[in-house]
């Protein structure tokens, strides 16, 4: 991996002279592609917590590691080392764990992934989870919080789906919806990810408040886990929310989702004369806000 450095001297940014010599900190602008840097990282860095850019291009300075075991959590797979998240992440984590040992046949949760130690994109798996605010829960009901390690790299998760998504499958109960329903009920979440079928299951099965529908959002795979996404936390100025969704409990697009799986529409025609799409591309520091470069270790 070659690591080509360079180094500003960010006087050249905030104009020179002795009054901020004590904020010359160098800004050190790293190049290359960012998995590679940030998915080499293995502890924080030393900053005060701060997510910097978006959940699909960024990182996240001073995070939180979740411990790999609470009294109503285990974390899984430790060995990706992605057990990291902003404070208020790993917060939400625990006391959700809390509200979820109290759900019958349920102990606590099995956390996935959260983050990288300091974000930025991941070397497999998700495009998003790089500011430390997103968070995968497990769905499988944990019935006990003592797995060792090796239980936890090799369990396999449980899919809650059947038909392609479009229903639940008989491991989904009402235990689900009241997890679910616990974690949207957070005013720092943004909105949770899951299989459509859920969703419409979800919309169904709701007969008091459905306010807390609005958040969660079907989407393609999460049948094995759900996927929160939190808000930008206060203060945090450099981090970028997503759009709000549109206003309303979701459940006439979850039940399209549903529709299109049952029956898929047929393909659009092609456009002869369209530019063929890219293939996606591993994002370079260069595509990361430039306080990313910061967050990263010195290089050696
Ligand atoms: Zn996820």
């Avoid at 860095?45 to 609470?70: H, K, M, V």
């Avoid at 697009?253 to 004369?273: F, G, H, M, S």
Wanted: proline content about 9%.
């Amino acid at each position: 991996m070659r690591i080509v450095s360079v180094v500003l001297c960010s006087l050249l940014l905030t104009g020179c002279g002795p009054k901020v010599a004590s904020v010359a900190e160098k800004v050190v602008a790293r190049v290359g592609i960012a998995k590679s840097l940030f998915g080499s990282e293995t502890t924080a860095s030393r900053d005060a917590p701060n997510p910097l850019g978006f959940y699909t291009n960024g990182c996240i300075a001073g995070a939180e590691q979740l411990a790999e075991t609470g009294p109503t959590w285990q974390a899984m797979r430790l060995s990706r080392n992605r057990n990291w998240g902003h404070p208020e992440t790993i917060d939400f984590i625990e006391r959700l764990s809390k509200k979820a040992a109290q759900i019958p046949g349920r102990e606590g949760l099995y956390v996935g992934d959260i983050s990288q130690p300091r974000g930025g994109p991941m070397t497999s798996g998700h495009r998003s989870h790089q500011m430390g605010l997103d968070a995968d829960i497990w769905l499988v009901a944990p019935k006990r919080l003592n797995l060792t390690r090796t239980e936890r790299e090799n369990i396999s998760a449980t899919s809650m789906r059947r038909a392609g998504g479009a229903y639940t499958n008989s491991n989904w109960n009402e235990g689900h919806h009241a997890l679910l329903k616990a974690a949207a009920q957070d005013p720092r979440v943004a909105r949770i990810f899951i299989f459509p079928g859920a969703k419409v299951a979800m919309c169904n099965a709701e007969k008091g408040d459905r306010s807390w529908l609005n958040k969660i959002r079907p989407w393609y795979g999460h049948h094995y886990h759900f996927h929160v996404r939190l808000k930008c936390p206060a203060g945090a100025k450099w981090c970028e929310d997503q759009d709000p969704q549109p206003a309303g409990d979701g459940c006439a697009d979850a039940e399209q989702w549903v529709r299109d799986i049952l029956n898929p529409p047929p393909p659009k025609p092609v456009d002869p004369n369209a530019p063929k799409p890219q293939p996606r591309r591993d994002l370079t520091m260069a595509d990361l806000p430039q306080q990313c470069s910061n967050v990263l270790s010195p290089p050696r």
